[in-house]
């Protein structure tokens, strides 16, 4: 997967409690619009369009909270997601953007670009291949 990146928002909300790791639903949406540090919620980003295989919104993410035993590093990490255009080909992307989808304002977290335009025929599929051994991110 590509370098994650994160909102600028993200960092300050962490801290104000916005974003529960361990309870909260985290979705990975997808678009074609390049995000900006300074989006905040996901109103500033425009998804790809709804259908063949692609659900409004972006797909529910299994995300998981650890803490490395023995320190005070905790660590979030986020399975694989796979996406599948099915009865037609889905909407081009470049990008991933997860957000909060507990939170009232679906908070953006941060996007991936896969540096072009991604395209699924009807069957084909792409996954979110995300770092299972790093996680998304780490806190110390």
Do not use: C
């Amino acid at each position: 997967m590509a370098a994650f990146q994160k909102f600028n928002d993200f960092s300050e909300e962490l801290l104000r409690g916005t974003h529960d790791f361990a309870g909260d639903t985290f979705k990975l949406m997808l678009t074609t619009n390049t995000p900006g540090p300074a989006d905040a919620v996901k109103a500033d980003i425009t998804e790809i369009a709804a259908g063949n295989g692609y659900p409004a919104g972006g797909q529910v993410l299994a995300v998981t909270l650890t803490r490395v035993s023995g320190s005070g590093v905790s660590k979030v990490t986020v399975a694989d997601e796979v996406f599948t255009a099915a009865g037609g080909t889905m909407a081009t992307f470049r990008y991933g953007v997860i957000y909060n989808d507990t939170a009232g304002s679906k908070n953006l977290v941060g996007w991936f670009d896969h540096s072009t335009g991604v395209s699924l025929a009807d069957g084909e599929t792409f996954t979110a291949d995300f770092d299972a051994t790093n996680g998304l991110f780490t806190l110390a």
